[in-house]
């Protein structure tokens, strides 16, 4: 794989800013002149370009060099405005068309306009001020491009960005600078702007697709050209089909709508009513081929809306939405049960031929060529009329698709908790990619707790001796002595100590070895995987004690949780520990075993920081624990009297520095305040008045380089940093963060923290510190990505360094880290049925053994675009759509990422529209895969990272950011999309048994003020905290007989624990809410809410369906989406 320039992603002392946190290079995230969705050089956003007008090119995307969009609003149309009416003496905003195909992109088929086009509707209110930031930055005008990302191309090499006259070059590194070329047309585009999603809510049970049905043109699809080469029909979708009917419309905050007589004069434009300030802004810089070249594409007369209908005013509400039967082509209420079983497919799957013998892609047969486009419609392939149906959220958790490989193939494949594609059917071509338009990208989760794990120890592991890949179970075995690489498909020789299988204890059967039945497997290395004996665990202490620290309580609760858990660190003999603690003077401390005491050495001088005594600051912890817990019960009463109120930090993190870089180990700060005192010191750039109504947030990267050039030096020497911060004031956690985004550490923020006035955070606190002082984890550790021949992977995204080219450098690695890439299709794979991709992570035990953990992907290539949307993974797709948002708003702007994001759904729409449908009907139509794909979108538009119009504060921003980058998928789809329960009324009818408790199951319900009900109680669960919310006419029986209380008034305020009652309604609840924490490492706050709390405002926050003042309904983004998508 094209693996040029990744070590500039980080800004190896170039200047350049690093790829890898939300604060990302600007010159990472930059576009390429002409790329697109297919994955060649991907042209991130390019936020350096010059800023010049872009002229509109002839076709849907401008034509010349790269171009920044003109800041439209993504509520802005085509060439033919049918956007909502300007207020007097303001222009109308337009979406501006894309940038001239390139020449690889057959023109768009002139179908009918894909929707209703809508007159303006006197109805709507003016349209909100636009943002004037895309993804290509350039003044506004009337026909540039809209802000998307480039799906699936690399960036252009870092450095320096490159002249405009310079064509891309083969994939460049991570994030790069965008080189424009201003005569050839744009290369394939990638859009991969934005990196780095953690993983996606992960269903807890993957459905199988049994051998099925291939996509077909039955529903409307078309068959693009040939039948797809051989593999297995398409997986059925994530989401399940038969789901019981949305109730009545919104009868709450959002705008009640009446249903509008059918129209009697020609369809009426602009459907939607204006955005409301803020809410989506025009997309960013589009690449030529981009997410969005939905403008404009479609030529021919608008077509008007179904009968009875009327698109053409906001208040109408479409069948669906009003009390009326469900629409024909929604399925009717299932038991959650059975919807399993029937989601694979609509119809009966077909049988599926079994290849001959052999798990390895060289024995796939031809004759499953023919397989791909059969008689039947895979469900993830159903037409959904999104504004008709509302019953789009399944029951329950939403499992990952199921690629469509032969049964013995995807028997073996790897898990997708710990590795997911966003497509699971990889196009032949970037241009079928670009074409597309969505993003092609893995998210990994690769040291992942597991439960079965297969450790392999042997003096020789078997690589592939051209592009050391280790031997998998897609490899083919010619004969027993030869094996071929499934990513470079060279031949190897078998060596002789394959031949005996240690688990059968046979000779001679190579294929049956662990390594050849495992797609997820550890080594245990030999001596030349080490540059030096493996290092021991150690670990240092950083902790402020400051007035403000002291205040807050946190030093007693971190040194009783340390003293109860020091036993439980991981590690073995070798084991050592350090305390550094800091004011405006640097503590450090003498634990050498023979002393009474510990002795306390203050360094003064902090602007020359030294160590008193190198070599008894760090200890060994079984030789001296005694001493070692000796402090830690004497230091919270040390500095109790403190008066000191500066805070040193910068002078603290050089010292700790100092400490480990002999060893290196983790270092855990904990800081309370805005350093203020010496190297690193900052000032508050926060301006509380302008948190709600600033239409762009300023100071979301950092204000200096200090500690992302000190994470630089931790990663040196193998040192990571993880921070805790623990603050009521502004902390600029945009600076702050470099120092563990850049050394692979952790981040953990608690806004408000004190010991008695937020005893919640004080819970959360004791038990995130327990996580994290037991867990697992590795020390100086590495991890490669590498894929078949013909991809190349670009623009990381997580905490790390990216230390040459594609090794990320990982001076720990961490059981809840997840990590994201995209990719692109560099050369055609029009001769390979499948493609693999290989995650490799080396790293040091806290045992001191050097271990390789491999995980091998294997996914089918196709060659239709039905095919290519019957494999989306919305999630997959939603989660590296975050990572892309967050770089774009550091990068470029926080509209820009908003503009993007919007883009990306009415690009994927509408592509899907024009070149998978067949038949064009009214309406805004969705594959069933992709139904919940815009609800996502709003959903990220809402969440706190990207939110406008409603006060956020700074931190708490960027800490929101941080966690989508960094977050494993199945914990950041909770975060950008909460799930909802009703929980006054549990049942044991359909529980689950696990470990003799009884987990019931209710199931999921809309986030929409219309699910509650006053005479009920709802569990809202957010990923990091939970509200339980308690109506005023609640059930008296969940009063008493769950939270122990006679009545409704009688809820305390601040109450944030369930009372363990003997009852069988408490027990339910607790177990309930017991079994959802257990499904995350970080423990998530309870807040039980009633309608005078302070937190209801946060609780209906959440509630993304509906209106706010500064943010559509989920009925109004349609609407504006499906405006959009007719142009």
């Not at 007589?261 to 369809?267: I, K, L, R, V």
């Not at 001796?465 to 280790?470: G, N």
């Not at 004996?533 to 902790?543: C, D, G, K, S, T």
């Not at 002082?773 to 790390?800: P, Y």
Request: glycine share 6%.
């Amino acid at each position: 794989m094209s693996t040029a320039g990744f070590n500039s992603q980080n800004g190896t002392g170039t200047g350049q800013a690093y790829a890898n946190g939300p604060s990302q290079n600007p010159v990472a995230l930059q576009q390429l002149p002409g790329v697109n969705y297919g994955m060649t050089h991907q042209p991130t956003y390019n936020p350096m370009q010059a800023k010049a007008p872009a002229p509109a090119g002839p076709g849907l995307y401008p034509t010349g060099p790269y171009q920044p969009i003109p800041p439209v609003s993504s509520y802005q149309s085509g060439l033919p405005p049918t956007s909502y009416p300007a207020p007097p003496g303001q222009p109308l905003l337009t979406r501006p068309p894309m940038a001239g195909l390139p020449s690889h992109t057959p023109p768009q088929s002139a179908s009918p306009s894909p929707g209703p086009r809508l007159p303006p509707a006197q109805a709507t209110p003016p349209p909100p001020p636009v943002s004037s930031s895309s993804y290509y930055q350039t003044p506004q005008q009337p026909q540039s491009m809209t802000p998307t990302w480039q799906y699936n191309t690399a960036p252009p090499p870092m450095g320096p960005p490159a002249s405009m006259n310079t064509p891309p070059r083969g994939l460049p590194a991570n994030h790069v600078s965008s080189a424009a070329s201003s005569t050839a047309p744009p290369p394939p585009v990638s859009s991969a702007a934005y990196s780095s999603a953690p993983p996606a809510h992960v269903s807890h049970s993957t459905t199988q697709p049994g051998p099925g049905m291939p996509p077909t043109s039955l529903h409307g699809y078309t068959q693009s050209g040939t039948a797809p080469p051989p593999m297995n029909p398409m997986a059925p979708h994530t989401y399940q089909p038969n789901r019981a009917p949305y109730g009545p419309p919104p009868t709450g905050p959002p705008p009640t709508m009446k249903p509008a007589p059918p129209p009697t004069g020609p369809p009426m434009a602009n459907a939607t009513p204006p955005p409301p300030d803020g809410t989506m802004a025009g997309n960013g810089p589009q690449a030529p081929n981009s997410y969005n070249h939905v403008d404009n594409k479609m030529a021919g007369p608008p077509q008007p809306g179904p009968p009875g209908r009327h698109l053409g005013h906001y208040p109408s509400l479409p069948p669906g939405y009003q009390n009326t039967p469900t629409p024909h082509n929604a399925t009717p209420p299932m038991h959650p049960a059975l919807q399993a079983a029937t989601q694979p497919y609509t119809q009966a799957p077909q049988p599926y031929q079994q290849p001959p013998v052999g798990p390895g892609p060289a024995q796939l047969s031809p004759s499953l060529a023919a397989m791909s486009l059969q008689s039947s419609t895979p469900e993830a392939l159903r037409v959904v009329n999104l504004l008709q149906e509302r019953n789009l959220l399944p029951p329950g958790p939403i499992p990952a698709p199921t690629p469509c490989l032969p049964q013995d193939l995807q028997k073996i494949n790897c898990n997708p908790e710990v590795f997911r594609c966003t497509l699971t059917s990889i196009p032949q071509t970037q241009s079928l990619l670009n074409k597309a338009k969505m993003p092609l990208g893995l998210l990994l989760h690769p040291f992942k707790d597991l439960s079965q794990l297969p450790v392999v120890t042997s003096s020789t592991i078997v690589r592939c001796r051209s592009c050391r890949t280790y031997i998998n179970p897609f490899v083919s075995f010619l004969d027993q002595r030869r094996w071929k690489c499934n990513l470079c498909y060279r031949v190897n020789d078998v060596p002789e100590e394959f031949m005996y299988n240690p688990v059968s204890r046979s000779y001679g059967e190579p294929h049956k070895r662990p390594e050849v039945q495992n797609a997820t497997i550890e080594f245990i290395a030999p001596s030349e995987y080490m540059l030096r004996p493996p290092q021991p665990a150690v670990y240092l202490f950083v902790l402020d004690v400051s007035h403000n620290a002291v205040e807050t309580g946190y030093l007693n609760v971190f040194c009783q949780s340390l003293l109860d858990n020091i036993n439980a660190l991981p590690g073995d003999s070798r084991t050592k520990v350090g305390f550094i603690t800091f004011d405006s003077t640097i503590h450090f401390y003498n634990l050498q075993e023979g002393l009474s005491q510990p002795q306390m050495l203050i360094v003064s001088d902090i602007e020359d920081i030294f160590l008193p005594t190198p070599d008894s600051l760090l200890v060994n912890l079984n030789e001296c624990k005694e001493l070692v817990q000796d402090l830690l019960k004497s230091l919270p009463t040390l500095f109790e009297k403190t008066m000191e109120t500066q805070s040193a930090l910068g002078s603290a993190l050089q010292a700790a520095f100092k400490l480990l870089s002999p060893t290196g180990g983790r270092m855990s700060v904990f800081q309370t305040q805005l350093p203020n005192l010496g190297v690193g010191a900052l000032q508050s750039r926060e301006d509380p008045n302008q948190r709600a109504s600033a239409k762009d947030i300023q100071h979301l990267s950092p204000a200096t380089d200090f500690y992302k050039k000190l994470a630089l030096d931790c990663s040196g020497q193998q040192v990571a940093v993880d921070l805790f911060l623990l603050s009521s004031q502004y902390c600029d956690l945009a600076s702050l963060g470099c120092i563990s985004r850049y050394s692979a550490g952790s981040i953990y923020y608690y806004p408000s923290y004190h010991h008695q006035h937020n005893p919640a955070q004080v819970e959360c606190f004791q038990k995130d510190l327990k996580r994290y002082l037991t867990r697992k984890i590795g020390f100086e550790a590495v991890m490669r990505i590498r894929c078949t021949k013909g991809l190349s992977i670009h623009t990381f995204h997580g905490n790390f360094f990216v230390r040459s080219t594609d090794l990320l450098s990982l001076p720990n690695v961490n059981p809840d880290a997840g990590f994201a890439v995209q990719m692109s299709i560099e050369e055609n794979l029009d001769d390979m049925q499948v493609v693999s991709f290989q995650a490799a992570l080396l790293y040091t035990s806290s045992k001191g053994e050097r271990r390789i953990r491999v995980h091998t992907l294997c996914l089918p290539v196709v060659n239709s675009l039905s095919d290519i949307f019957a494999g989306a993974d919305v999630q997959a797709i939603t989660g590296l759509l975050a990572c892309m948002a967050t770089d774009r708003s550091v990068t470029a702007s926080l509209s820009d990422a908003r503009d993007a994001m919007t883009n990306a759904s009415i690009d994927s729409l509408s592509s899907y529209r024009q070149s998978v449908l067949t038949i064009q009907q009214p309406g805004l139509l969705a594959p069933a895969c992709l139904r919940l794909f815009p609800l996502y979108i709003l959903a990220l538009l809402k969440q706190k990272a990207f939110r406008t119009g409603t006060s956020t504060r700074l931190d708490d921003r960027v800490f929101a950011m941080c966690q989508l980058k960094y977050q494993p998928l199945a914990y950041s789809m909770l975060m950008i999309h909460p799930s909802l329960y009703r929980i006054d009324d549990l049942t044991d009818e359909g529980a689950l048994n696990i470990n003799e408790r009884t987990i019931p199951q209710p199931r999921l319900l809309q986030l929409s003020v219309e699910k509650l009900s006053r005479e009920a109680a709802f569990l809202m669960d957010a990923g990091t905290v939970m509200y339980l919310w308690i109506g005023r006419n609640c059930n008296p029986t969940f009063l008493t007989q769950v939270l122990g209380v006679p009545s409704y008034a009688a809820v305390p305020d601040n109450l944030y624990l369930l009372p363990e009652l003997d009852t069988a309604e408490s027990q339910r609840t607790r177990a309930f809410i017991g079994w959802l924490r257990d499904q995350r490492p970080f423990f998530p706050s309870l807040h039980i809410i009633r309608d005078e709390s302070q937190r209801k405002a946060s609780f209906m926050q959440n509630m993304i369906e509906d209106r706010t003042e500064s943010a559509l309904s989920y009925y109004e983004f349609l609407l504006h989406l499906q405006q959009q998508i007719s142009k």
